[in-house]
């Protein structure tokens, strides 16, 4: 049953609950274990949403007459823009875990990004600079704000580190644009990262 017949029938409670299921397993399938789900992802990411469809009907019943045009609605309607569509393909635009990279267009950064993390991994970064763990990038946030939204996923009280991210790419650090609040870089050096006074 498509999302908006389910609003009818269930309330929006439920469509939001379903939609927010629906994100996650796309998540899962676009960024982390695409194997699960039988869906190869090309270069850039990107599948075809007929493939994803498929999966996603097999994956749960309440699925079994998602469209197109449900998924398009789902990604209007987020908070955060996580995917897109285009051509009859979609693919994630950020948080990749899987082996294969994914090829990001690099573009000129804002004078300054910031990142939100744990206190207590500030001296690590202090001594190593900014690494992308068990990602392909590390992820950067446009602004103070959606950085401390982004740190309170791992602590109450995050660290916000203000990153020199003009100078850092004119020095040759390279930049992805991973939409309008999400920056993704390969590695920052400490040298430019300014980290907050103790």
């Given at each position: 049953?498509?999302l908006?017949?389910?609003r ?5 409670d ?10 996650r397993?796309?998540?899962?399938a676009l960024?982390?274990e695409p194997?699960r789900?039988?869906l190869?992802?090309?270069?850039q ?15 749960k019943?309440?699925w079994?007459?998602l469209?197109?045009a ?8 987020s ?24 090829e ?5 950064p804002p004078?300054?990004?910031?990142h939100g ?6 001296p690590i ?17 446009a ?12 602590t109450k009280k995050?660290a ?5 991210a003009?100078?850092?790419?004119r020095?040759?650090?390279l ?6 609040k999400?920056?993704l870089a390969?590695d920052?050096p400490a ?8």
């Amino acid at each position: 049953m498509p999302l908006k017949s389910q609003r009818v029938m269930k309330g929006d409670d439920y469509l939001d609950r379903e939609k927010t299921r629906l994100s996650r397993t796309i998540a899962l399938a676009l960024r982390h274990e695409p194997w699960r789900f039988d869906l190869e992802p090309d270069e850039q990411g990107w599948v075809d949403i007929k493939d994803l469809l498929a999966a996603l009907k097999k994956t749960k019943q309440v699925w079994a007459n998602l469209t197109e045009a449900d998924l398009a609605e789902m990604i209007a309607s987020s908070d955060k823009k996580r995917f897109e569509i285009d051509g009859g393909r979609i693919r994630a635009l950020y948080g990749h875990s899987t082996l294969k990279r994914i090829e990001k267009t690099r573009k000129e950064p804002p004078e300054f990004l910031y990142h939100g993390t744990h206190p207590e991994v500030v001296p690590i970064i202090k001594a190593q600079g900014l690494r992308p763990m068990a990602r392909q990038y590390v992820h950067l946030s446009a602004d103070q704000p959606t950085a401390l939204q982004v740190g309170r996923r791992r602590t109450k009280k995050p660290a916000i580190l203000r990153i020199l991210a003009l100078k850092a790419h004119r020095t040759g650090v390279l930049f992805y644009e991973g939409n309008d609040k999400v920056w993704l870089a390969d590695d920052i050096p400490a040298e430019f990262i300014e980290f907050p006074r103790a």
